[in-house]
Nanobody, 115 residues
Framework: QVQLVESGGGLVPAGGSLRLSCTASGINFKIANMNWFRQAPGKQREFVATISSGGRVNYTDSVMGRFTVSRDWARNRVSLQMNSLKSEDTAVYFC?????????WGQGTQVTVSS
């Protein structure tokens, strides 16, 4: 059974930082591309960042230069370091991977940025 478990959300003032983590189980982490999405109230879920099995990264434009995605191969963990947070970053953040020919999602972690 594939499981993705996020942690690290919280309340932070604008300009602050948070680090999200997602621990994966039930997959071969070494070959899985790992993604972060977010969903703000009343909006559709949107892509935030991805890190491939080879370590290649990509970000949505709105977080470029502020967010950094990384992976810890030994701990089957992917992290999202979020700096210079803005109120528009407020959302539930989800870890995601496409494995066994389907999408898998974590339960989400709330990030609230106060202005």
């Amino acid at each position: 059974q594939v499981q993705l478990v996020e942690s690290g959300g919280g309340l932070v003032p604008a300009g602050g930082s948070l680090r999200l983590s997602c621990t994966a189980s039930g997959i071969n982490f070494k070959i899985a591309n790992m993604n972060w999405f977010r969903q703000a109230p009343g909006k559709q879920r949107e892509f935030v960042a991805t890190i491939s099995s080879g370590g290649r990264v990509n970000y949505t434009d709105s977080v470029m230069g502020r967010f950094t995605v990384s992976r810890d191969w030994a701990r089957n963990r992917v992290s999202l370091q979020m700096n210079s947070l803005k109120s528009e970053d407020t959302a539930v953040y989800f870890c995601n991977t496409f494995y066994y020919r389907r999408d898998w999602w974590g339960q989400g972690t709330q990030v609230t940025v106060s202005s």
